[in-house]
T-cell receptor, first 115, second 111 residues
Framework: DVKVTQSSRYLVKRTGEKVFLECVQDMDHENMFWYRQDPGLGLRLIYFSYDVKMKEKGDIPEGYSVSREKKERFSLILESASTNQTSMYLC???FGWGSSYNEQFFGPGTRLTVL | DAKTTQPPSMDCAEGRAANLPCNHSTISGNEYVYWYRQIHSQGPQYIIHGLKNNETNEMASLIITEDRKSSTLILPHATLRDTAVYYCIASLGGGADGLTFGKGTHLIIQP
């Protein structure tokens, strides 16, 4: 079974702290994604990566950065956490260009609270 | 991604077939229809996808109209564990495409 794991299920941070959210997948997927999910707004794409060291902005990249140094690992970084970044963060992965469809496998999510 | 429209909520009796509709009238010829679901406090889970033909797997069936402007996800024998939010998404196949999740349909299976 494909497994996407995230470093924490729950996280509480202070305003201004630097926050790292880690995601690891074990299926050798080329593509990895970070979304955030908020009540009434659904899932929104923050960043994605289609290869090691490559990254692309999604719909809401402001206030976030990402890092992909290894194929299996994709990190989301909040340089200076703010209260409006309190949210559920979901990581996903999928096969790359050789695949004929876009099935994404999601991790369990990290619920981040910024105080 | 083409916009999709789903009813906000539906009820279904346990053991019955749950039929979840989705409208995607602006879908382009090379966009697939995907269905995901999200059980409370978990990440979304892929269910099924299709392009033109009807599809079936161990979880569900997908019926796509001939003009591709709408589709129906069918859970043949709904159980309480099928209570979840179901998302219908129109998206291109392959590549690094983020998925556009709308608000979905909250399906509640009644005992």
């Amino acid at each position: 079974d494909v497994k996407v794991t995230q470093s924490s299920r729950y996280l509480v941070k202070r305003t201004g702290e630097k926050v790292f959210l880690e995601c690891v997948q074990d299926m050798d997927h080329e593509n990895m994604f970070w979304y955030r999910q908020d009540p009434g707004l659904g899932l929104r794409l923050i960043y994605f990566s289609y290869d090691v060291k490559m990254k692309e902005k999604g719909d809401i990249p402001e206030g976030y950065s990402v890092s992909r140094e290894k194929k299996e690992r994709f990190s989301l970084i909040l340089e200076s956490a703010s209260t409006n970044q309190t949210s559920m963060y979901l990581c996903a992965s999928s096969f790359g260009w050789g695949s004929s469809y876009n099935e994404q496998f999601f991790g369990p999510g990290t619920r981040l609270t910024v105080l | 991604d083409a916009k999709t429209t789903q009813p906000p909520s539906m009820d279904c009796a346990e053991g019955r077939a749950a039929n979840l509709p989705c409208n995607h009238s602006t879908i382009s010829g090379n966009e697939y229809v995907y269905w995901y679901r999200q059980i409370h406090s978990q990440g979304p889970q892929y269910i099924i996808h299709g392009l033109k033909n009807n599809e079936t797997n161990e979880m569900a069936s997908l019926i796509i109209t001939e003009d591709r402007k709408s589709s129906t996800l069918i859970l043949p024998h709904a159980t309480l564990r099928d209570t979840a939010v179901y998302y219908c998404i129109a998206s291109l196949g392959g590549g690094a495409d983020g998925l556009t999740f709308g608000k979905g349909t909250h399906l509640i299976i009644q005992p």
